[in-house]
């Protein structure tokens, strides 16, 4: 077990609603989720449109992305350790209402640096509150369904950047690239409230508890998070291979529609729907299989799912990489499919294995960290990707972008393979 602190973690018992209330809260945050990742695909749909509108370069609007994902990684620590000493649902709604708005004021950015401000720093933060606090949330109520509610949640992630893209792009080819984000914050604006006030009727006694927590053990949740991650080689790995993976995803995600917008010619809708389709189908598929799978053996095999995360990095680089250097776009979809499926497999026990070694009072803290230090190493990929393309095409950048993955993921493997995994709670010894 990672040392996290000499008090005995909260009752995941005490923290539990009844019935199927632990179910309705992943229902509830799915939805949550699934206008956060909306949102966050909004700009590279609408990205072409924009940099004419502006009359930007490439580079520049790489920034914009960067700047977000920068933003995100410095913010999201303070995120996880407000998750973990104030109701939980408070910080997702806060997230909802700031990340809503900062879309929203993008919409009605009249320059550059505005555009920066709104998408980079607003929705950056917005967006950064979300994931600790959300995913403990699922973390606290879920024991022996662990990996299958929070695979759940995550398929969300997937439904989000697939239909964003989507509306997004064809309400910016209707009625322009503005009312894209006009329409998207008003939304999350509206689910906002009505998160608030179904998430505090069911987690009413487990948010009374985190917020009735002496200040000395509030104190020092920071530095037992710290050192729970910093003494835990597994932890370090999982750093380093969700690193690797968000240089991908914010990469990929920036900048596949532009590529096959130029490349093949598709118009803005379909570029953005299809550079998301077949790689979130795929996803979903790895997701949903593997955290079962998982959640089946894990008590029996401890290292199952950093077993299934370290591989999926490794066996996704080279269909990465195919979908980046092919001319045929049939073969662009293939390598983006199997990118995706190998990509749910890590997905699937991201923040499952994180929980499954650390204890619930931390929980939401030591996953900020993770994060944090995850989207601040890979918040460059977007800018890079767009300073290489006027040289090296976008192939380039993917060829970076698969290169990263298969050295991190065998360096994440070998990692796992020589130490020990002793969870701080084993799913399906606790009938929650």
């Given at each position: 077990m990672i040392p996290t602190s000499t008090d005995a973690p909260a009752s995941p018992?005490?923290?539990?609603?009844?019935?199927?209330?632990?179910?309705?809260?992943v229902g509830l945050l799915w939805v949550a989720y699934f206008l956060n990742q909306a949102d966050r695909q909004i700009f590279s749909v609408t990205l072409p449109l924009i940099q004419a509108d502006f009359h930007l370069s490439s580079a520049q609007m790489g920034l914009v992305a960067t700047v977000f994902t920068l933003?995100?990684?410095?913010?999201?620590?303070?995120?996880?350790?407000?998750?973990?000493?104030?109701a939980r649902y408070k910080v997702v709604v806060l997230s909802l209402i700031v990340f809503s708005a900062g879309t929203l004021f993008t919409g009605l950015a009249s320059s550059y640096l505005l555009l920066l401000l709104f998408r980079g720093v607003a929705t950056g933060t917005g967006e950064a509150m979300y994931a600790p606090a959300a995913?403990?949330?699922?973390?606290?109520?879920?024991?022996?369904?662990?990996?299958?509610?929070?695979?759940?949640?995550?398929?969300?992630?997937?439904?989000?950047?697939?239909?964003?893209?989507?509306?997004?792009?064809?309400?910016?080819?209707?009625?322009?690239?503005?009312?894209?984000?006009?329409?998207?914050?008003?939304?999350?604006?509206?689910?906002?409230?009505?998160?608030?006030?179904f998430a505090r009727r069911i987690t009413a006694r487990s948010a009374a508890a985190a917020e009735a927590s002496p200040p000395a053990d509030r104190a020092?949740?920071?530095?037992?998070?710290?050192?729970?991650?910093?003494?835990?080689?597994?932890?370090?790995?999982?750093?380093?291979?969700f690193s690797a993976l968000i240089f991908v995803m914010v990469g990929y995600l920036t900048w596949t529609p532009s590529l096959l917008l130029e490349r093949f010619g598709l118009s803005l809708s379909q570029a953005g729907f299809f550079a998301v389709l077949y790689h979130h189908l795929f996803a979903a598929v790895g997701l949903l299989a593997t955290g079962m799978i998982a959640d089946r053996l894990v008590g029996r095999r401890p290292k199952i799912r950093l077993l299934a995360m370290s591989s999926g990095l490794v066996l996704f680089a080279p269909f990465l990489w195919l979908a980046g250097?092919?001319?045929?776009?049939?073969?662009?979809?293939?390598?983006?499919?199997?990118?995706?499926?190998?990509?749910?497999?890590?997905?699937?026990?991201?923040?499952?294995?994180?929980?499954?070694?650390?204890?619930?009072?931390?929980?939401?803290?030591?996953?900020?960290?993770?994060?944090?230090?995850?989207?601040?190493?890979?918040?460059?990929?977007?800018?890079?990707?767009?300073a290489l393309k006027a040289r090296y095409?976008?192939?380039?950048?993917?060829?970076?972008?698969?290169?990263?993955?298969?050295?991190?993921g065998l360096i994440f493997l070998g990692i796992v393979l020589a130490t020990r995994v002793v969870p701080a709670d084993r799913p399906g010894t606790g009938g929650h």
């Open positions: 018992a005490a923290a539990t609603p009844p019935g199927a209330g632990k179910w309705i809260i933003v995100f990684g410095l913010t999201v620590p303070f995120a996880g350790f407000a998750g973990d000493i104030i995913n403990s949330m699922i973390g606290e109520q879920h024991v022996s369904t662990r990996g299958r509610a929070l695979s759940l949640h995550q398929t969300a992630n997937y439904t989000g950047i697939v239909l964003g893209s989507l509306f997004a792009g064809w309400i910016a080819e209707t009625h322009g690239w503005r009312w894209s984000f006009a329409v998207f914050g008003v939304a999350g604006l509206i689910w906002a409230g009505i998160l608030f006030v020092r949740i920071v530095a037992d998070a710290v050192k729970a991650v910093i003494t835990s080689p597994l932890l370090l790995a999982q750093i380093l291979g250097a092919s001319q045929q776009v049939w073969l662009v979809y293939a390598g983006l499919a199997g990118f995706g499926l190998f990509r749910g497999v890590y997905d699937a026990n991201l923040f499952a294995a994180i929980f499954d070694a650390v204890d619930n009072r931390l929980r939401s803290t030591v996953t900020g960290i993770v994060v944090a230090v995850a989207y601040v190493a890979g918040a460059a990929s977007p800018f890079i990707m767009g095409g976008l192939e380039g950048g993917f060829t970076l972008l698969a290169a990263v993955a298969l050295v991190s």
